[in-house]
């Protein structure tokens, strides 16, 4: 079984008068700084944390699950690179796509292959979806007082009944089973685009009864492909290019879509 | 020096490559109340002799056949004291799975650690290993029915029928006599309350033996005496 991980180690490095780690630089002093000095002129604290922008999307179908996501990899106002990946793939049937920063991204990634890669050998199996589910929220809420900086979606199909399962996830584990579900810096354009194309919400222009119409796996990959448009437009951390994973029993794969790059 | 006795394992090898703590271990397994396994192709069976210590204990506070999960059960042959110890030890690993995993932990998972648990207690520093093994049945992940077997050395075997404690032997010679791959679970739990019944002292109640089953339906069952008394007038 998984030990838990030692988490003595993961503070963040604050001294007794620091601002809460995740607050800006330029947050209000504290109560006890001398009261002469201006707020404005306090040197911008180092912060652990830094957003690397783009955006993640997963939805599920009846039979299919979608994880999307742009491949760019900004730093405010630069880009560092066009192509990297959000995304990756954790077991057969369940793929794990994380918004915010890269560096923790990556080793949320790496210390969640090593966890599954213990559970095969001890299981002579693959972990489930909801296992995963449950384990990354565990991993997450571990990190509590010092969170990793990636706000997560999981998405799979359950390997017993071949039905499409989504999960959305907070910094520090809540997390919920969903049918669609975005984080990143696109979230709140791309959101309410899926709420109502695919969920069928708010969509008062259509009779009651043909509101949440129920997607094929082509239909959800244009919708998917459509949304990563309109926010690459208005987000200008999202775009480049888009990264299709359409999760069936079949199998995973793979497709890539260009976005623009401005 | 005193102090740092206790920081050395007192279970060190014999000049013959031998751990004579595990040996002396399983001396007190063996003068133990026997106890019984048998796996039906539907389900599984364990079954133990309750023997109390006079006719004036109250045997209905005497617990021996212990459920771990829903799905899991055990019992065992020994020290009764070291026995409760592992089974709160058993259920914490399972909730902690559970907590991990939010799926039940598969039987082969739960004997792994508890072997561990075991194992350790014959390498560390001012332990004794455990006086007792444990018979532990429950569904694997494989959907099929497992029969387990924990000795104080900390070594496991998956068994299709197996017997621990004082009448060992004479019950794993009349199991081997009477075993069949596709036995069915009714079957397999008469076969265990005769088997018990061959090597008993006195005369066979529902007050002085415990069984605990786990069905097609996955949920690991002790036995009311109620139900203990109807087998028994079924072997009659």
Same mark, same amino acid.
């Given at each position: 079984m998984d030990r838990p991980l030692s988490h003595s180690s993961f503070l963040p490095p604050l001294f007794s008068s620091a601002p809460h780690p995740l607050s800006p630089p330029h947050s209000v002093?504290?109560?006890? #700084? #001398?009261?002469?000095? !201006? @707020? #404005?002129?306090?040197?911008?604290?180092?912060?652990?944390?830094?957003?690397?922008?783009?955006?993640v999307v997963a939805l599920a179908g009846?039979?299919?699950? *979608?994880? @999307?996501?742009?491949?760019?990899f900004s730093v405010s106002f630069s880009i560092p690179t066009r192509e990297f990946t959000k995304i990756t793939q954790l077991t057969d049937r369940v793929v794990l796509a994380s918004a915010? &920063?890269?560096?923790?991204?990556?080793?949320?990634?790496k210390m969640l292959h090593t966890r599954l890669a213990m559970y095969r050998h001890q299981h002579q199996r693959d972990m489930?979806?909801?296992? #995963?589910?449950? &384990?990354?929220?565990?991993?997450?809420?571990?990190?509590?007082?010092?969170? *990793?900086?990636?706000? !997560?979606?999981?998405?799979? /199909?359950?390997? =017993?009944?071949?039905?499409?399962f989504v999960y959305g996830y907070d910094a520090i584990g809540s997390h919920e089973q969903l049918k669609v579900v975005c984080s990143g810096s696109g979230q709140a354009i791309v959101q309410p685009v899926l709420d109502q194309q695919f969920s069928g919400r708010q969509r008062y222009s259509v009779p009651d009864a043909e509101r949440a119409p129920s997607l094929t796996l082509e239909q959800a990959t244009a919708l998917v492909r459509d949304a990563f448009a309109s926010a690459t437009e208005r987000d200008i951390h999202t775009g480049d290019a888009l990264e299709m994973w359409q999760i069936t029993a079949a199998g995973v794969r793979q497709t890539r879509y260009e976005l623009r790059k401005d | 020096m005193a102090d740092t006795a206790s920081s050395f394992s007192l279970t060190v090898f014999s000049s013959s490559g031998k751990l004579n703590q595990l040996e002396y271990a399983l001396k007190a397994v063996n003068a133990g109340a026997t106890s019984l396994g048998i796996r039906a192709k539907n389900g599984c069976v364990i079954a133990t002799e309750k023997r109390l210590p006079s006719a004036l204990a109250d045997d =209905?506070? /005497?617990?021996?056949?212990?459920?771990?999960? $829903?799905? *899991?059960? &055990?019992?065992?042959?020994? &020290?009764?004291?070291?026995?409760?110890?592992?089974v709160q030890k058993a259920r914490k690993v399972a909730q902690?799975?559970?907590q991990t995993f939010r799926e039940p932990m598969p039987l082969a998972q739960l004997v792994r650690e508890l072997a561990t648990v075991m194992q350790e207690f014959t390498q560390s520093g001012g332990v004794r290993p455990f006086g007792c093994s444990l018979l532990l049945v429950g569904y694997d992940a494989e959907e099929e029915p497992q029969l387990a077997q924990v000795d104080p050395s900390g070594s496991f075997f998956f068994w299709k029928a197996s017997a621990i404690g004082k009448n060992m032997v004479n019950a794993k010679t009349f199991l081997e006599k009477r075993y069949q791959d596709d036995v069915e679970l009714e079957d397999a739990v008469h076969m265990a309350v005769l088997t018990l019944k061959e090597?008993? $002292?006195g005369k066979i109640t529902e007050r002085n033996i415990e069984i605990g089953i786990v069905g097609p339906d996955r949920r690991f069952v002790a036995l009311r005496p109620a139900a203990i008394r109807d087998y028994l007038g079924e072997v009659e």
């Open positions: 002093p504290h109560p006890s #700084a #001398a009261p002469s000095v !201006n @707020a #404005a002129e306090r040197p911008a604290r180092w912060s652990p944390y830094q957003d690397n922008g783009g955006t009846r039979d299919y699950a *979608i994880v @999307a996501a742009d491949t760019r915010g &920063m890269g560096a923790d991204r990556q080793y949320l990634h489930s979806l909801p296992a #995963a589910a449950q &384990m990354l929220s565990n991993t997450l809420y571990s990190r509590r007082f010092f969170p *990793i900086y990636a706000f !997560n979606v999981l998405g799979g /199909i359950d390997s =017993a009944t071949g039905e499409g | =209905a506070t /005497i617990r021996k056949v212990e459920s771990v999960t $829903e799905g *899991i059960g &055990m019992v065992y042959a020994g &020290m009764g004291p070291d026995y409760r110890l592992l902690t799975y559970y090597g008993f $002292e």
